[in-house]
Nanobody, 124 residues
């Protein structure tokens, strides 16, 4: 069992930056690929980024490539999402997730454990 807790969301203006954190419980954090998703009201949960167990490989959705960066610190059982040049369309609840699926699995169903989410609101 893995428990995930996101933090770092908030209200920012367009062009600002935010860094989300996701703290994982348990001693098996480094056994899982980690991903970030987001969900806006009335929309399906959308894949954003994923990172391999070691942190050496990453994968991004086209919508955030070049603006968002995923990273992890296995010593701290934490995965991060650095979000730069935020846009109003980035407004959503952001979730982290863990699983053992291939890194390029961009489907929510491919992940096993989920956090409760953190709200990010970008004003224009």
């Amino acid at each position: 069992q893995v428990q995930l807790v996101e933090s770092g969301g908030g209200l920012v203006q367009a062009g600002d930056s935010l860094r989300l954190s996701c703290a994982a419980s348990g001693r098996t954090f480094s056994s899982y690929n980690m991903g970030w998703f987001r969900q806006a009201p009335g929309r399906e949960r959308e894949f954003i980024a994923a990172i391999s167990r070691s942190g050496r490989s990453t994968y991004y959705a086209d919508s955030v490539k070049g603006r968002f960066t995923i990273s992890r610190d296995n010593a701290k059982n934490t995965v991060y999402l650095q979000m730069n040049s935020l846009r109003p369309e980035d407004t959503a609840v952001y979730y982290c997730a863990s699983g053992t699926m291939p890194l390029t699995t961009a489907r929510a169903s491919g992940y096993t454990y989920w956090g409760q989410g953190t709200q990010v609101t970008v004003s224009s």
